[in-house]
Structures are given as C-alpha cells and as structure tokens.
C-alpha cells in the first residue's frame, strides 16, 4: 500500500529564509508524486509534480523538489521565503490501484514571519 | 476560462437532513472525485468517477452517494448515515484515472447545525 508522511505539522520560518518541507513516501511500484499549496479556505494548487523524467523538479512560485529513491523522500523546498508562501502544503504520492488514487500528507502548514 | 465549480462555498445542514453538493468541470476531464478534508487528516477519498454512468467507492464512502450522468458533473450527496459530516469537501478532475495531475475546485464547506 501506498503512504506519505509529512514530518511536521508547523514550519515557521523568517522572511527570506530557506523554506524546508519533508515528504517521505512509501510505494511498491514506481511513484508519481505531487507537491499540491492550499490557502485558506480555498481548493488545492498543483505546485510541481514528479513523474520519472528527471530527479529534480522546478514548480511554480520559486519552489522545488527533489525525488531521493534511496530516502523514499520527495522534500519541497524554496531558498527565500516570502510572506505570500504563508499556507498549507500536500504532498500526494499516486501510482497504483489502475486509477489515479491520490494519496494524501497530512499537511504541513507554513507560517512566515517578518 | 477552464476550471472546476464547486457551490456552495457554505452549507448548513441540520441533523437528519440530506444535502447534495454541486461539481461541476469544464476541462473535459474524464475522471472525477471527491475529496474529504478534516484538521490534521490530510485529504481522504469519499467516491471517484473514471468515466461517465460509472464510479467506485473510495476509503470513506459510508454515508454518501453520488450520481455521474454527465461528463461535466459528479454531485456527491451527504445522507443522515453520515454520522459525522461537519467537513470540508473538495472536489478534483484529471485529464484521465492514471497519473495524472488533478485539478480542485474551491471546495464546500458543510456544516450540521
């Protein structure tokens, strides 16, 4: 079966620090892993997505992430934080069951601070 | 412009009551779902939809039912089975059920007062 764990529920970092977001997942078949941004009260928004085509991958807002097939980790990161990155944040981790099954973080939310 | 409608934005229920909640894409998207969202849980799967006249069953179906005669629309319904149905509901569409990213709506939130 499929998982993902999200290490800490609460990161709060100062404006214009690196922003750290750790993803670990399990899967018995090849992932496909997805870093989703929901703000308050709104539905979620693809940031970036990792299909197998290369290791490193760039989303939007500044964000990126890194896939680590020997950590079975997926960690978002950005190297400034700004004040609008304030959110929660979804890794989802998908590949199996013959539809597109997303499964689900628990969520990281972010908090920024002057 | 493309993109997923989700209404209502809130919704109050009392006790007992059914409710159903509006989906509705037009990105031409085969598959379709919906999503439970409560604090701390992450986001659960109540039912999807890969194509039209069909849908399965997700890890926290009890209590809802939904309906898809229609590619652009996946209504999910809230019943008095659902014994604890105060949550927010999300609902998405991918192009197609393998891999693919999936697009939200802006979600429901569901209250029973």
């Known amino acids: 079966a499929q998982s993902v764990t999200q290490l800490g529920s609460h990161v709060s970092v100062s404006e214009g620090a690196l922003v750290l977001l750790r993803c670990n997942y399990s899967?018995?078949?090849?992932?496909?892993l997805f870093w989703y941004v929901q703000y308050p009260n709104q539905g979620l928004q693809l940031l970036l997505k990792?299909?197998?085509?290369?290791?490193l991958v760039k989303g939007i807002n500044g964000f990126e992430a890194e896939f680590k097939k020997s950590e079975t980790s997926f960690h978002l990161t950005k190297p400034s934080a700004h004040m609008s990155d304030a959110a929660e944040y979804f890794c989802?981790?998908?590949?199996?069951?013959?539809?597109?099954?997303?499964?689900f973080g628990a969520g990281t939310r972010l908090a920024v601070h002057p | 412009d493309g993109g997923i409608t989700q209404s209502p934005k809130y919704l109050f229920r009392k006790e007992g009551q059914n409710v159903t909640l509006s989906c509705e894409q037009n990105?031409?998207?085969?598959?379709m779902y919906w999503y439970r969202q409560d604090p701390g849980q992450g986001l659960r799967l109540i039912y999807y939809?890969?194509?039209?006249?069909?849908?399965q069953k997700g890890d926290i179906a009890e209590g809802y039912s939904v309906s898809r005669e229609k590619k652009e629309s996946f209504p999910l319904t809230v019943t008095s089975a659902q014994k604890n149905p105060t949550a927010f509901y999300l609902c998405?569409?991918?192009?197609?059920?393998?891999?693919?990213?999936?697009?939200f709506g802006q979600g429901t939130r569901l209250t029973v007062v």
């Open positions: 990105l031409n998207h085969d598959a």
């Open positions: 989802a981790v998908s590949g199996s069951g013959g539809y597109n099954k997303l499964i």
């Open positions: 998405a569409s991918s192009r197609d059920s393998l891999n693919t990213e999936a697009f």
């Open positions: 990792y299909t197998s085509a290369a290791t």
């Open positions: 899967s018995s078949v090849p992932p496909y």
């Open positions: 939809s890969q194509i039209v006249n069909d849908f």
